[in-house]
């Protein structure tokens, strides 16, 4: 079995993201991302209310186009996200080419980095992994740790009155 992946937190405020596809798993991913970044593309013929509520906040851009390298040229991190399993691969070859980081929706391998489960609670973030293995056991521990993090908050109002 390889390493486990290490946990990073990053700065994603001045870094361009690219999200390849528009469906159910773009759409969690952008939601997830407008908390972070302010630079996100989502390039898709198509894409689910979700997205098309973050253009309308101004919160990502949407190209409403099917996928081409170009789109890569200023990215930082690319998120191939598509139902097409050989679009998805290409994006990540492209990226490889580029030196970007990529993650694929689709295979594992392919993934320079997982997309986490988020957590979070006023200033404190959480980021769960199950390594690629067990996605609904990731998104369970999210839960909790919501929970947890609820709690911890109500205390230190609690305890700061």
Not at 44 to 56: G, K, N
Request: glycine share 6%; proline share 2%.
């Amino acid at each position: 079995m390889k390493k486990p992946f290490f946990p990073m937190f990053v700065d994603l405020s001045e870094k361009r993201i690219v999200i390849v596809g528009g469906g159910k798993v773009a759409a969690r991913r952008a939601c997830t991302l407008a908390a972070f970044a302010s630079d996100i593309l989502v390039a898709s013929p198509e894409a689910e209310e979700e997205i098309h509520q973050l253009e309308r906040d101004k919160v990502l851009k949407w190209y409403r186009g099917t996928y081409h390298e170009s789109l890569l040229d200023k990215a930082d991190i690319v998120l191939a996200a598509t139902d097409d399993a050989a679009l998805n691969e290409e994006v990540a070859r492209c990226c490889r080419k580029r030196g970007i980081l990529v993650n694929t929706s689709h295979k594992k391998e392919l993934c320079d980095f997982y997309f986490p489960a988020v957590a979070i609670q006023g200033n404190v973030v959480a980021g769960i992994t199950a390594s690629g293995q067990d996605h609904a056991k990731a998104r369970k521990a999210a839960g909790q740790i919501r929970l947890a993090l609820k709690d911890l908050e109500k205390e230190d109002i609690s305890t700061n009155e």
